[in-house]
């Protein structure tokens, strides 16, 4: 019974990724960024220690965005109606996510800065 319970937990948390990357355009745009960071980093050939930075880097984003997310949903459905408290709640799980975002841009810079500069700017 236990074995089942852990599936279905599974289960439960990739039905609410889906559901985030259904829903939320803003989702969808950090999946797409995170593509591209990750393409750079394989042309790039960055190191196992820069692929643990980034990897930790991207599932924070994602993950403070699907908490956005699921409170965006709970404020919605325990006050349908506008409220300060309410827009306050909103909004501080939004920038949560906008500053683990401006931090991820720091993070991949620092990390994929310098050998896309020697890349693309330094002669062989």
Request: with cysteine; aromatic share 8%; glycine share 8%.
């Amino acid at each position: 019974m236990r074995g089942r319970r852990l599936l279905d937990s599974f289960g439960y948390a990739w039905a609410g990724i889906a559901y985030a990357a259904r829903n939320e355009p803003n989702l969808r745009v950090h999946l797409l960024i995170s593509v591209g960071v990750v393409a750079l980093g394989v042309w790039l050939g960055i190191t196992a220690l820069d692929w643990a930075v980034l990897a930790l880097t991207i599932g924070f984003v994602l993950a403070c965005e699907l908490l956005n997310t699921g409170l965006e949903e709970l404020v919605d459905l325990v006050s349908p109606e506008q409220s300060a408290r309410a827009k306050a709640v909103k909004d501080t799980a939004a920038g949560a996510v906008m500053l683990a975002a401006v931090v991820s841009v720091v993070v991949g810079l620092l990390i994929l800065g310098p050998p896309l500069w020697i890349r693309l700017f330094t002669s062989r």
